[in-house]
């Protein structure tokens, strides 16, 4: 040890962590590209014959032929736009969710979000109920919407009752996931045969119901709304380290856990408004995530996010491309292809420590 | 800035559960190392908790006139550091990360200081001796680098009051000596460093000045030689012992469980 000029041990500790720093850029990096090259693979896929090329041409080339730029103006670049958005948002909210619960089972399908969403659409689909002055082919959305919403209100006012810890908090929230199921069960009990095959239809979770519209809806709430999530970085970061380190560090922890499931709350219901519950990207995102960045949050957001892209872009695909000409929901097949890929990380993980 | 830290009728405790009640203490001096000990359930750990203003608490603790538990916790984080006795498990960070974290827990995101924030925490990590574990994942270390990476997350942002919490349970001999010499070389620059202690041998082997507490209050301050008496290890712990001055600091040696009816007796 010396008093004045490092050690070094201390000169190499300062390059590594210059290494390290530009090895997460990179991995981030990286991601994006994924990203950006799952969502033209999905852009290229679909039941008409129309191949990444012709769908490229269609986007940019006026002398496109008319049918194809139909297809991919209205069809599949919302879809594929809808997909990386809804990746996002739900890996994102599940990252922020992780942490702020210091529980990597939390994730906003867990904990009765989308349960709460089901619940919304069955009413808005069983009993025609709405919230006034929405238009009748907003329903839906708007009452999933809402009910996404109110629950995570509700986990944050119980989060509130003084003494109550995250423990509790994530009881609540699995409490809430079988109370909007229960309530699911019932509407779909009382339904009408063709209310409840749409309705089951809904949960199943599908991009086939992205527009425009939906689209520019989601993507303002995501850039809204990302930049307050990344901002917090440090503060999530030293919530890692235990709550009393935190708040010994100078963070307001009540404020950031409040604040954090707002934003959980806006990311998740919006998503959820548009295709209908889909599960397991809110988990599995940042826990890839974590896996390939750790978890200084500068890093382990944005890759969540982006990790949370790609799952959905390749969902996407694998939707359209499994049983050609059908296209299967998403929600079956983030969970069918996602579960086998999340096990073998997990796995491979805890072989390595 | 420097000055003493003083306790003042401090009521600090758990929902339903007061444990501290209407503490106060002589000052608690700049420059030494004052260790908390005293039975399980004394109370030290709450008496920390509450010097860091992470309970509900009522009284004052005032420093440099400034009563800490007043103040808003960015403005005490630069005043106070807290280590807790354990880091939570799964935590998918390096040593350094966690070290920087701790510095920049409450910095702006896209501000300044990056460079220089990762410059700290080098030379903290470099001053406890594990620089070489900087890059190493917290999960991934013995019990003993653990403790030292917390410290080192306590120890960055360069507090005047540091309060920490069983500093070297973990440790080996050898680290123990490390963090206690460090301890007493931060006193030794001005700081105010509590330590609650479990070991009263080490306490009385390295603290300046001792505070004793029983059941949620004082039992005596001062320095050790004067409070480590057989008297007190039968009041306290309700054991008999024999206490030896030779070595120049207190040695006790524990000869029987003094009354079976004390609390702290198994």
């Known amino acids: 040890m010396q008093e004045d000029g490092r050690s070094t041990a201390a000169t190499q500790a300062a390059a590594a962590y210059a290494a390290l720093l530009r090895r997460r850029l ?23 014959p129309l191949g990444l090329g012709d769908a490229l041409r269609a986007l940019w080339d006026a002398g496109a032929p008319r049918e194809h730029v139909t297809i991919v103006w209205q069809v599949r670049l919302p879809q594929s ?12 909210a599940g990252a922020e969710m992780q942490t702020i619960l210091n ?14 969403a089901a619940f919304g659409a069955a009413l808005a689909i069983v009993l025609g109920a709405s919230l006034p002055g929405v238009a009748q082919n907003w329903i839906v959305s708007a009452d999933a919407f809402a009910f996404a919403f109110l629950s995570v209100l509700l986990l944050q006012a119980i989060a509130r009752l003084r003494g109550s810890g995250v423990e509790t908090l994530v009881l609540c929230g699995i409490a809430l996931f079988f109370t909007f199921n229960a309530l699911t069960a019932l509407l779909q009990f009382i339904a009408s045969q063709q209310a409840l095959q749409q309705l089951v239809f809904w949960i199943m979770g599908s991009l086939a119901r992205a527009n425009w519209d939906k689209v520019q809806i989601l993507a303002l709430v995501v850039v809204i709304i990302a930049p307050f999530s990344l901002g917090a970085s440090w503060r999530l970061t030293a919530l ?11 963070v307001d922890v009540v404020r950031l856990r409040f604040l954090a499931l707002l934003r959980v709350s806006l990311l998740t219901a919006a998503a959820m408004a548009f295709v209908g519950t889909i599960g397991f990207v809110g988990l599995a995102g940042p826990h890839i995530a974590r896996l390939l960045i750790g978890e200084d949050h500068r890093f382990f957001l944005p890759a969540s996010a982006l990790t949370g892209a790609v ?3 390749v969902a996407s695909i694998a939707s359209k491309a499994i ?27 805890r072989g390595r420590s | 800035m420097s000055g003493d830290l003083q306790v003042r009728g401090l009521a600090a405790g758990y929902r339903g559960r007061p444990v501290l009640r209407a503490l106060t203490l002589a000052p608690i001096a700049a420059g030494q190392v004052t260790a ?12 920390l908790r509450a010097l860091a203003g992470l309970l509900p608490a009522r009284g004052t603790v005032l420093f440099a006139d400034r009563d800490l538990l007043a103040m808003r916790p960015a403005e005490r984080a630069t005043l106070v550091s807290y280590m807790p006795q354990s880091l939570p498990e799964r935590i998918s960070l390096t040593v350094i990360e966690s070290v920087i974290g701790a510095a920049r827990a409450s910095d702006p995101v896209f501000g300044s200081g990056g460079r220089e924030a990762a410059d700290r925490a080098i030379a903290v990590l470099d001053r406890l001796g594990v620089a070489d574990i900087a890059l190493t994942p917290l999960d991934q270390l013995s019990g003993g680098q653990r403790q030292l990476a917390a410290l080192a997350q306590a120890l960055v942002r360069d507090p005047a009051v540091l309060l920490l919490d069983e500093p070297t349970s973990a440790l080996d001999l050898r680290h123990q000596v490390t963090v206690m010499r460090m301890a007493r070389r931060l006193a ?26 029983s059941h949620g209050a004082l039992y005596r301050q001062g320095v050790p030689a004067e409070i480590v008496t057989p008297q007190m290890l039968s009041d306290v712990y309700g054991v008999t012992a024999r206490v030896d001055q030779r070595l120049g600091f207190p040695q006790v040696a524990v000869d029987d469980v003094f009354d079976q009816s004390k609390p702290g007796n198994f």
């Not at chain 1, 736009?81 to 994102?92: D, H, N, R, T």
């Not at chain 1, 890692?240 to 100078?250: P, V």
């Not at chain 1, 000409?325 to 491979?348: D, E, H, K, M, Q």
Request: glycine share 12%; with cysteine.
């Open chain 2, 36 to 47: 908390l000990v005293g039975p399980n359930a004394a109370g030290k750990t709450t008496l």
């Open chain 1, 311 to 313: 799952v959905m872009a």
């Open chain 1, 26 to 48: 990179l991995i981030v990096a990286g991601l994006g590209a994924l990203a950006v090259l799952a969502f033209l693979c999905d852009l290229g896929t679909g039941p008409s």
């Open chain 1, 81 to 92: 736009c809808m997909a990386l958005l809804v990746g996002v948002a739900l890996a994102l």
């Open chain 1, 103 to 116: 529980n990597p089972l939390a994730s906003p399908f867990t904990l009765g979000v989308s349960s709460a």
């Open chain 1, 323 to 349: 049983l050609p000409g059908v296209l299967i929901p998403i929600g079956i097949v983030t969970a069918l292809i996602g579960l086998p890929v999340f096990f073998s990380l997990i796995i491979r993980q």
């Open chain 2, 188 to 213: 030794a620059g001005g700081k105010i460093v509590v330590c609650v202690l479990h070991d009263l041998a080490q306490a009385a082997r390295w603290a300046d000045a001792m505070v004793v507490l």
């Open chain 1, 240 to 250: 890692r380290l235990g709550e009393d380190r935190a708040r010994s560090a100078g």
